[in-house]
């Protein structure tokens, strides 16, 4: 069976803007109806969370009847959580009262249509070519069932199988919506007109931070960029909205209502690059608003730049972190283990460093120009929520140049609960320069380091660290006894 959807969105009654006395037509009830859509309103407001979830705040011009009235208010997100919706009147609070709320989601599609139509008329459409043109061909049927497929009665006869170019349908069942509507019964004892402000929270709707930071050539300094990156998938385009943005981990009890986007093609849009909110602290949240406003798309991601500082000293360092279980190699016994020496960067956010504000969670992609000018990526890594005067450490890789091997070269029980273990660590570098290696050891028990080759920090009760210099295409090994008791 062929559907033509062209000819359903096209019926007089399937309109995005459901007249009232349709609606009143089909026995939806005695109460007047009032129809409002985007084209009524007056502000838009988004303030959008990191947990894909937003607040739509937004201001229309109603006429309402007086008396009792049902509202129904169209162009909202189709992730709208219905137990969050606000309605009040601004133009005359304690004249408008709120008597029913319904979320009507019932969407118009062609399963639905028949399946509301069952017992119902429909005009089947067929079209015979004749002579070269196009003949079309009207029947009249009564739709008795619909399950796998219809089944008709036209005239005395009961017919399956067949087949149509597309459907007419004469109305709009009173309970199916073209998109997803709120519904209101208000009691109106004031003015013809009200100015009312709807807020709720939707799903689909998030942010996240993305940043660039392009490291010179002398690995000392580095520019960073912050982008905010705003993908709506929540339904529903809002033109002309004041942004706000909340940084911090909101606690939800559960995300009750939301819908999984449909597959789209996603555009993606970068605004100009010049920083463009202004930050203010909202209770334990940082609050950033954009100077401007702005538009988005369902189905859009857009960009827009949060934060640039041409100048952030950074320090390059390598790091090893030591395995828990690490005693014995046990695919190749007696060889030692070979360890990953990380690369990482690390910067403070202070305004010494040309930063101070507090930076958002996102991922950090790092780049570096090559011999001819060109930027090349290094790694990338994610931040967490990070306030101002805290140091931001990214693990962009490892090091290809430098090698790292361990392995135990002794044990001794000393008691039931005491025992002695030896360790070497040897560290080859094959680069053109010095470097010093960070190795972190983690050690159990109540522990005491007995002899070093290097000076050891402890830098937590399971943690022991070593600065480890090692020459230009040199070697160094770093041994240490440790005693532990249990």
């Known amino acids: 069976m062929v559907f033509c959807l062209a000819v359903l969105l096209s019926l007089p009654l399937a309109h995005d803007r459901i007249r009232a006395e349709d609606r009143q037509a089909t026995g939806a009830g005695a109460a007047p109806d009032a129809t409002t859509t985007a084209n009524d309103r007056v502000d838009l407001a988004l303030t959008v969370y990191n947990s894909n979830l937003a607040l739509v705040r937004e201001v229309r011009e109603v006429p309402l009847p007086a008396g009792e009235a049902d509202l129904h208010f169209l162009d909202v997100a189709a992730s709208v959580n219905p137990a969050t919706v606000l309605l009040r009147s601004l133009t005359a609070p304690a004249r408008l009262a709120v008597l029913e709320?319904?979320?009507?989601?019932?969407?118009?599609?062609?399963?639905k249509l028949f399946q509301k139509y069952v017992g119902r008329e429909i005009t089947l459409v067929r079209l015979r070519q004749q002579d070269g043109t196009t003949r079309q061909e009207e029947i009249k049927a009564t739709l008795l069932a619909y399950h796998n497929g219809p089944v008709w009665k036209i005239g005395n006869e009961i017919v399956t199988g067949l087949q149509a170019d597309h459907y007419r349908f004469p109305e709009l069942p009173a309970d199916l919506y073209s998109?997803?509507?709120?519904?209101?019964?208000?009691?109106?004892?004031?003015?013809?007109?009200?100015?009312?402000?709807?807020?709720?929270?939707?799903?689909?709707?998030?942010?996240?931070?993305?940043?660039?930071?392009?490291?010179?050539?002398?690995?000392?300094?580095?520019?960073?960029?912050?982008?905010?990156?705003?993908?709506?998938?929540?339904?529903?385009?809002?033109?002309?909205?004041?942004?706000?943005?909340?940084?911090?981990?909101?606690?939800?009890?559960?995300?009750?209502?939301?819908?999984?986007?449909a597959e789209a093609r996603v555009m993606m849009e970068r605004a100009a690059a010049a920083p463009q909110f202004a930050r203010e602290t909202f209770s334990e949240y940082h609050l950033y608003t954009l100077a401007r406003r702005v538009s988005l798309r369902n189905q859009e991601t857009r960009q827009i730049s949060l934060l640039t500082a041409p100048s952030v000293p950074v320090e390059k360092f390598f790091v090893v972190e030591g395995q828990s279980l690490y005693y014995r190699n046990p695919q190749q016994p007696g060889e030692p283990i070979r360890d990953a020496v990380q690369v990482r960067y690390r910067f403070r956010n202070d305004?010494?460093?040309?930063?101070?504000?507090?930076?958002?969670?996102?991922?950090?992609?790092?780049?570096?120009?090559?011999?001819d000018g060109s930027l090349q990526f290094l790694g990338e890594d994610r931040i967490r929520h990070t306030p101002r005067n805290e140091a931001v450490t990214l693990h962009v890789g490892n090091a290809f140049d430098v090698v790292c091997e361990r392995k135990q070269t002794d044990y001794a029980r000393i008691s039931d609960r005491v025992a002695e273990m030896e360790f070497e660590i040897t560290l080859r570098n094959q680069k053109e320069r010095a470097i010093v290696v960070?190795?972190?050891?983690?050690?159990?028990?109540?522990?005491?380091?007995?002899?070093?080759?290097?000076?050891?920090?402890?830098t937590a009760a399971w943690a022991a660290q070593f600065q480890v210099p090692v020459e230009r295409q040199g070697t160094t090994v770093l041994r240490y006894r440790v005693r532990t008791r249990w």
């Open 179 to 261: 998109r997803p509507t709120l519904v209101w019964k208000l009691e109106n004892s004031g003015p013809a007109r009200h100015r009312l402000e709807v807020s709720y929270l939707a799903g689909n709707l998030s942010w996240s931070a993305d940043y660039v930071l392009a490291v010179e050539r002398d690995e000392r300094t580095a520019a960073l960029e912050g982008w905010v990156t705003l993908s709506n998938n929540s339904g529903l385009s809002y033109s002309n909205a004041r942004l706000r943005l909340v940084a911090g981990e909101v606690h939800r009890v559960l995300d009750v209502y939301s819908r999984e986007p």
């Open 101 to 111: 709320q319904n979320y009507e989601y019932a969407l118009l599609e062609p399963q």
């Open 438 to 458: 960070e190795v972190n050891e983690p050690i159990g028990g109540d522990w005491t380091i007995l002899k070093s080759t290097h000076e050891a920090r402890r």
């Open 351 to 371: 305004p010494a460093s040309g930063l101070g504000n507090p930076l958002p969670a996102g991922v950090v992609r790092v780049y570096q120009a090559d011999s």
